[in-house]
């Protein structure tokens, strides 16, 4: 190839990554950013819905504009997972199941990498009719480690997010083996009346559940080591957080059936990973008992979250913010 030739082919890459906002590195670079740095392992690394950069690519590889990373289709199957807009955020398309000769497929994936070791968390949007469902399974090329299979719901008119607690077979938990370095995903419609859309897959490492350990000793019931209750006292805390209302507007459903004996008031625990309030990573509404430990409402022991390192904690009550 003739120098002038080859620069106009950099030339013409370049603007195509720099259109398609695309690092451009030199080998250096790119080997720092493999070997010295540490990436976050709770990371989404489920390819995206709205990116589809080999457009230029000649059809049968890019037929209707499959987005990068999801698998064409072929015979029977030709005609599903084509994207349509109308998502829920933060994706701006969907993959839709219709029939077509039978074909049970909604999308695969396959020879995904980057995916960390040990236990994961899947979550995904469903939408579809009465009863439907769909089967995510995940399996590991090159390995000899079973294939890890998962039934979720699909059955509702509007859109619901799922993960893995909701997976209605005895699978609720994603392990992937220390030997797979890479996975395949298939997502099939299990059961179906219609069509079954969904979007907004996100695949990463769980986080692990923290329990936070807080005491804190509310002014004006604090006597003698712990804080004072009574009947009249506990008839004025309601069985269900308070924090749905301004200034909180937090939307969390913990309730109590029954209030404990020795509850004194609500709290609203934030997490945030800095001092300001839009650095917020999760809020949970808790009960505070008379020795000041802060509980659950699900299971009663101490407030715990699903969290990962580096967090500011704040404590709110119905009148007063302690940090």
Known sequence: MFPHLYLQKVEEILAWCNTNNIEVKTYNEWANILYN????????????????????????????????????????????????????????????????NGGLRIFMLQNLGGVEKGENEFEIWTKGGQDDRIEVIFSFPNTTNPNQVFIIPANTSTWQKYNLSNSTNTNTILNIPLDASLIKVEVNAQYFTGPIKVSGMA?????????????VNLEGVFSGGIMSTSTSFQNVVPTGQPFNIAPWTYTGTETFTTLPANAIDWVLVELRSGSAANTMVKRKAGLVKNDGTIINADDGLPISFEIAEGITMLLFTTEIIYQ
Do not use: C, H, W
């Open 37 to 100: 740095q540490t990436p976050d392992p709770y990371e989404n690394v489920f390819p995206p819905l709205n990116v589809n950069l080999d457009t230029y690519a000649p059809a049968p590889y890019n037929t209707g504009g499959i987005p990068d990373g999801y698998e064409q289709r072929y015979g029977n199957d030709q005609g599903n997972g084509r994207p349509i807009t109308g998502a829920p955020s933060p994706e701006i398309t969907v993959i839709i199941k219709t029939m077509i």
């Open 203 to 215: 695949l990463y490492k769980k986080k692990p559940i923290i329990s936070a350990n807080l005491k």
